[in-house]
T-cell receptor
């Protein structure tokens, strides 16, 4: 059981480029969550997905950010036209049921230069 | 608004001592969870306590929940240097599924 796999671990993008962050949940987990963490801060919820459905995207910025969890393949968090303020650690988590503890991935550290 | 708020923000103790961290929240919850994060790493789930439970144990960890005061505490007994990490509480509200995290307590255990 490989746990929640996120890649890449580190991603550097120039302002205006696109960033794609991938997350493969634990085997048997159909609930996926994305969080963002700024240095020395807690995690801020972004989006909650189940296979092919966005359940709660209330934490997602209205522009430039999108997420998907297709029937086949990993969940993708996509940030278009990145800005310096997007620099953060992005964590993905999964759970087998909605009201259970999460298993987190190791995160993707995005740096926008 | 901030749901889970940990107290203190930072705690420094000697190895062997007990560490107590507190968490307060604002709304009704289905459960409250504690997570640990080592510097630069992902979060690790420690313990989940449901709203109808008052106390739970796991190894050297003891968690209490007081729904009337909307607060929880995490006690780590006989601390070790390896317990040095940030500890976060997170709540799951009755109506939804997402976890809402607090800002965390940074625990340093000195050898």
């Amino acid at each position: 059981n490989a746990g929640v796999m996120q890649n890449p671990r580190h991603l550097v993008r120039r302002r205006g480029q696109e960033a794609r962050l991938r997350c493969s949940p634990m085997k048997g987990h159909s609930h996926v969550y994305w969080y963002r963490q700024l240095p020395e801060e807690g995690l801020k919820f972004m989006v909650y997905l189940q296979k092919e459905n966005i359940i709660d995207e209330s934490g997602m910025p209205k522009e430039r950010f999108s997420a998907e969890f297709p029937k086949e393949g990993p969940s993708i968090l996509r940030i278009q036209q990145v800005v310096r303020g997007d620099s953060a650690a992005y964590f993905c988590a999964s759970s087998p049921q909605a009201q259970e503890g999460y298993t987190f991935g190791s995160g993707t550290r995005l740096t926008v230069v | 608004s901030q749901q889970g708020e940990e107290d203190p923000q930072a705690l420094s103790i000697q190895e062997g001592e007990n560490a107590t961290m507190n968490c307060s929240y604002k709304t009704s919850i289905n459960n409250l969870q504690w997570y640990r994060q080592n510097s630069g790493r992902g979060l690790v789930h420690l313990i989940l306590i449901r709203s109808n439970e008052r106390e739970k144990h796991s190894g050297r960890l003891r968690v209490t929940l007081d729904t009337s005061k909307k607060s929880s505490s995490l006690l780590i007994t006989a601390s070790r240097a390896a317990d040095t990490a940030s500890y976060f509480c997170a709540t799951q509200e009755t109506s939804g599924s997402r976890l809402t995290f607090g800002e965390g307590t940074q625990l340093t255990v000195n050898p």
